[in-house]
Every structure is written in C-alpha cells, then in structure tokens.
C-alpha cells in the first residue's frame, strides 16, 4: 500500500516541502525484496527503493540500515568502506538501490531493513518502515541426465537437488532448438515440447516421449520446503534418429 | 455413418504395429488437437496400424470443438505420425481438407469405433436448466428473498423417431451403454449428455409391419466432454 505522507503534513509543512528550504524528502517506498522474502546472501544482492519528495528533488544521497531480527541494533551501510557502522551514514548517490556483495549479509537469519533519503539538503528524511528478508541458501538444481546423444524419442529427465534444501516441489520443460531460438525465450515460458507443470514431492525424474530428431532444452526448477524456488538451469540434449516415412492421411466426411 | 469422418492412415507393410499419433484440425491447419484413443490402443497413441499398414479410424466427434449453436467448422483436416519403435517418430502426413457438411441429427457414443453413429430425427428437443433455490421469509417482510447457490446442468427430454429396426435397435442399444452420448443437430449445434433410460418410452407410428416407424422419449442430463 502506498500512503501519501505528504497529504498528512500541515499547510506550513507543505508549504516548506515544496519550497525546498531546508525540509527533508518524506520515507521512502520499500520495492525489492518485498516484505517477507528470501534471499541468498551467498551471492550478490540488491536492494531497492523509491524517494518520495513532495517538491519532486532528486535523491542526493541516502542512509541504509539493518537490524538482526527481532532484537538486534542498527547498523548503518557505508558504501565508502563497504562496511557497516553502528552509527547512521548518508551515502553520497542519486541511485534508489543499494547493491552488497556476497557475505556482506549472512543467511540462516532474519533481517530487518529500512531507508532514509536526502535530497540536496543536510536533513534526512525518515526511515520508511521497517521490513523483514531472510537469509537463506536457495536450492541448486542439478541436470544430471540424458547424456550423450539420445537415438530415440523418449527419454528421461533425471537432477538431484542440492544438499543443503530439501525439495518440496519441481518442474521440468522440454523446448525445441526452435522453440528455444524464438525471441525473448524465458524458461518456463510459453510453448514447449513437454511440461511437467509443477509438481509437489521429492521426484528427481521426469519421462518425455515421442520426441522428433533435434537439439532439445531442458529447463529444471525446484522449490524446497521453505517455499524458496531455484533459478532454472538450461541444458541441452540432442536427439538424432533416422525418422520413418510419414504416412498418408485420407479422410471422407459422412453427412 | 452420420456426421462422421472416416480418416485412413496408410504406411508401409513394413510399419505394420507402428503407433499412430492422429491429431485432428477444424480451422485449415492453425490449431491441431487430439482425438480420443480407439480401444486396445498403447498409452500416447490413437490406434495401431493393422498387418497391411493401414488403420481406419471412424471420428464421431469430429466437429467437437464447434463452438456454440450454427458454427460448423469449415473444414476438417487430420494429420497422423508413425511410431515404429519406441520414440522413433516419423514426420506428419496430412489429409486433404473436407468439408463438415451435417444436414442429419446423429447420436454417438463418443468412444471411436465402438458404436456406429445413428442417423435420427428427433421431433421435440426440451431442455430446461433449473436452479437450487432457497426461499427467506423475513418477519415482516412483503417479498421473500430467493438464494440461488447452485445453476444446474442443462437437461430436457429428447423424442426420436427411427424408421428403420437397424436405427431403433441402435438407438436402444446406446441408452443401454450408460456411455457419455454425442448429439449433433443439423442446424450446428453439439451437446453431450446422459441418457436417462429408465424413463425410456417407445411408440409404435404407423409404416408398415417391414419398417415400422417408432419413437423413442427419453429423458437426458448435459454433462462435459468425457
């Protein structure tokens, strides 16, 4: 929900909002991640957000913070020293997003988070309010099979997950060289040759049939029982048989 | 056969036993989708080709993905693919676009092959569609209140009239089936139902003692496509 801080302020307030002499931007919106989602501190991730300034002045610089939830104390991100501070920091950038390297955050916890933005005076805005990210290693699929060039049409899929998730669900995709080769293809996307949907439980194998001669795409997906879902993988498999003859086909329509 | 397409898949002797993978169009070739399975066929096939190569596949549902009342596709196309072995999938081969033409009632069970379609007249189609309602008095209150929570299947009474015994007899021996049947009206529209037999009743037209003239009202629920 978006709230419209400015419409609460006073007429003076407004008024010393817009003019920009010396009022700090309101709090600004939380966008990514969203309240509650999971991320993994193992790789990169970013944060980001969106100023709100009644009199429409840019962000010039801005304060992150985090706290170990429930009951830890804030820490501020400089991004001078790419470190953090438990004293508040204004970071000099007009960019709305804050960008942490692998191990600047640590998993398996819960993490409060919030932001305050300046916009060209020395006063801060407030924080907007606080919003919760877990910490958590997201399952790795693993394509573990067909391999090799497959001589007939029906083969199977087979991955592992990674150890450290359990899985609770999948899904497999199988796409044509043609169909993988299409403008703007996303995995799990649009048309395919086979599509498992997905499915709960702990499967690691998914049969495909009656597959013509070509090069095919395999796209897994699992989800463990966190309910954090892997990125996809992307493996190819090809497919090479001498095709029979097609038949011919007649039809007589009986009114 | 009534309202029916007779599609034949030709390979080679030698394919004799190979699967056959039967999709059927009704828009020149755009879309393609499946056509239910004969009897005895393997998993993800539609029929088997026979010891000559060939496999003849009667479609009484044919014109199933019609649309609504008076929208007969306008042409009907059936592509088939061969599979000798497992996995190994022959390119498509594709018949010649025919023209649906329906100009008789039919009634079918939807199964392929297992009962020839009959060529009908039907004299009285009723259908109705009722609600589950729920009546509120309120104390004091001039109008109830009326709750519908549940809108019914369509459902009505149909009266053939057969004029032949081979139709009569084939007409008994679908109600008898307790199958899932296919209607097909000459003005376009399509309708599966359930015969209600036990409410069956026959009457004796005058024809003559050879081909005795007979209608038959029987008692039907519309349900989805088995």
Redesign the interface.
Known sequence: MTVNAFASLSAAARLQATSGSGFGPLAPILDAPPPDGVLDFTASQTFTWTPQAPNAAAQTAYAFRRYASPSGGYQWWNAGSSAWSATEVYNTSSTASATFSAGSWSNGQDWGWSVSTQNGTTLGGPYATNQIVTGAALPVVTFTGPTGTQT????TITWTDSASTIQSAWRAVVYSSAQHGASGWTAGVGPSMADSGVVGGVASSYAV????PDTYWVCLQVTDLTGVTSAWTADSVVTS??????????????? | MSNTATVTVTGTVGQAGSGVLLTRSIDGGITWGPVRAMGGAPAGFTGVLGGTGLLTYIDTEAIAGAIGIGTLPPSLTYAARLSPTTGSVSGPGVSAAVNPIVSTWSLVTATPGQTAAVGIMVMAHEQTRPNREALHLRLGATYPIVVTDVVGARAGTLTCLTTTQSAFNAVLGLLGQLEVLFLVSPYGDILYLVADPAGTTVDIQPGGAAAPYRTIKFGYSEVAAP
Not at chain 1, 152 to 155: H, K, L, Q, S
Not at chain 1, 241 to 255: E, G, I, M, Q
């Open positions: 007939t049409g029906n083969w049939a009656n597959l013509s048989y001498t095709a029979p003859a097609a038949p011919t086909v007649s039809v007589v329509w009986s009114p």
